[in-house]
């Protein structure tokens, strides 16, 4: 109920004003059933502006940050992220993974469409990171599609850190669906997994303009994360002493 109050009454209907949502490719939604709506990660609001321009109820699988963060702000996020009916995950790795694509499954199995992001997290700097095959296995298990989907200058809207989104027009695009149940019973083959992911990273590709970089986006930010730490080069003694007086 909540879910439908926010789209329709309390939240939607101003979003829908203030940012324009432009989308295509509707008509690849199924009016029923199961899928897997796998989604490029720009910003905290994709998670905001997808379920805005699709009719039928997505269940993300969000991480679990957003439901044990501590202070007001964090109960705030964990009361909307509940009552909107979505799941938290734990993106630790291991068991923890096995448990989110047991849940996904089973959120499939129920005949809804299951929002994930195939980079496991967002990007740091816009470009479209290598895609974990966790989707794909959710994809033979459930024997459902995978729609690719193309959030598109949700990173300009609201950058990571930035609380207040700015008001620009936002454009999804919502690709074919993938079939492929030629896979079908091979969920346990890492090959066909890693095949089958890289063939869902290519259509965001290709749908979002991104450039694609071979590498976890996780990586990619700790690589950040160290060169933003790390002390600034300094000239060598004998380069400073003969360098000329100002």
Not at 28 to 37: N, R, S
Not at 56 to 80: E, M, V
Not at 117 to 132: N, V
């Amino acid at each position: 109920m909540f879910y439908w109050l926010c789209k329709y009454v309390l939240i939607g209907p101003w979003l829908r004003l203030l940012f324009r949502p432009q989308v295509t490719g509707l008509e690849h939604l199924p009016v029923d059933g199961p899928a897997i709506l796998a989604s490029n990660h720009l910003s905290f609001s994709d998670s905001i502006f997808l379920p805005l321009v699709v009719k039928r109820h997505i269940t993300f699988l969000a991480k679990s940050d957003y439901f044990n963060t501590p202070g007001i702000k964090g109960w705030a996020t964990k009361l909307f992220m509940s009552a909107a009916g979505q799941v938290p995950v734990d993106r630790s790795g291991g068991r923890a993974s096995e448990a989110a694509i047991t849940t996904g499954v089973r959120i499939l199995n129920q005949g809804e469409l299951l929002g994930i992001y195939p980079e496991g997290t967002r990007s740091p700097d816009g470009r479209l990171y290598r895609g974990k095959t966790g989707v794909a296995r959710m994809a033979l298990e459930a024997k459902v599609p995978v729609i690719p989907v193309a959030m598109i200058d949700t990173d300009k809207i609201q950058p990571p850190g930035r609380i207040w989104p700015k008001i620009m027009r936002v454009r999804i695009a919502i690709g074919e669906p993938l079939d492929f149940s030629r896979y079908e019973g091979m969920e346990g083959d890492r090959f066909v997994l890693r095949s089958m992911t890289d063939e869902i990273m290519y259509e965001l590709m290709q749908l979002s303009g991104q450039e694609y970089v071979d590498m976890y986006a996780t990586k990619a930010k700790s690589i950040l994360a160290e060169a933003a730490v790390a002390p600034a080069p300094t000239a060598p003694v004998e380069q400073a002493a003969s360098a000329p007086a100002a």
